[in-house]
């Protein structure tokens, strides 16, 4: 069964540097999104991405973020200047369509450690 | 502002007995309503979706129910199993929104024993 697949697994970084965060959606998939867990607390939405562009995004996808789908099948997340709040759990996630009835097949996630 | 709450926080029932696990939503215009289970470091697997128009779905020893008028779901588990041990989130889809935008309850932790 097609999964969607993240890498690396865990990421230690020091604060204030550059870190992307890979994702592979589901090959037929259109839409990416990318969300946030800190330890304890709720998943939070930060972006999604259609035909190249970013359809939304959240207060918390600020400058420092962004996103790139640089080929045919991977779609990163970039962490320009790390700060400490964001070390968290990172969960890509595609869908087939962005109809908000759509379900959305989530990675196991990349987990940031910023110290 | 959009809203999902979930009750209780964490629950632990033993190997085989049934539990239910409650969410309200104040989420506005409402599309759908998904159950989540997430596994400890992994990422959210979808077990139901329901629209306005849906009162009760089942997928397997899960059944979800949703009742729109008062804003409310729950998420009902039969003969729980040790593999059932998890957090069950509830996270709710605005209608309308083109980049399917989602807000998640902080979820219900869940811990089946022998």
């Known amino acids: 069964e097609p999964e969607v697949t993240q890498t690396p697994s865990h990421q230690v970084t020091q604060m204030g540097q550059e870190v992307i965060l890979h994702c592979v959606p589901i090959?037929?998939?259109?839409?990416f999104y990318w969300y946030r867990q800190i330890l304890g607390q709720k998943v939070e939405f930060l972006v999604s991405?259609?035909?190249?562009?970013?359809?939304?995004k959240s207060e918390i996808f600020d400058d420092q973020f962004s996103v790139e789908r640089p080929d045919g099948s991977n779609f990163t997340l970039k962490i320009r200047s790390t700060k400490l709040e964001d070390s968290a759990m990172y969960f890509c996630?595609?869908?087939?369509?962005?109809?908000?009835?759509?379900?959305?097949?989530f990675g196991p996630g990349t987990r940031l450690t910023v110290l | 502002k959009n809203q999902v709450e979930q009750s209780p926080q964490s629950l632990i029932i033993l190997e085989g007995k049934n539990c239910t696990l409650q969410?309200?939503?104040?989420?506005?215009?409402?599309?759908?309503l998904r159950w989540y289970k997430q596994d400890t470091g992994r990422g959210p697997v979808s077990l139901t979706i329901?629209?306005?128009?849906?009162n009760t779905k089942s997928n397997g020893r899960y059944t979800a129910t949703l009742d729109a008028d008062t804003k409310q779901s729950s998420l009902h588990i039969t003969a729980s199993q040790l593999s059932d041990s998890a957090s069950y989130i509830c996270?709710?889809?605005?209608?309308?929104?083109?980049?399917?935008?989602?807000?998640f309850g902080g979820g219900t932790r869940l811990m089946v024993k022998p």
């Open positions: 991405f259609y035909n190249n562009e970013i359809s939304e």
């Open positions: 090959s037929n998939h259109l839409y």
């Open positions: 969410c309200n939503y104040t989420v506005s215009p409402f599309s759908n």
């Open positions: 329901m629209t306005f128009s849906e």
């Open positions: 996630a595609s869908s087939p369509q962005g109809s908000s009835y759509n379900e959305q097949f």
């Open positions: 996270v709710v889809s605005e209608y309308g929104n083109a980049g399917n935008m989602l807000t």
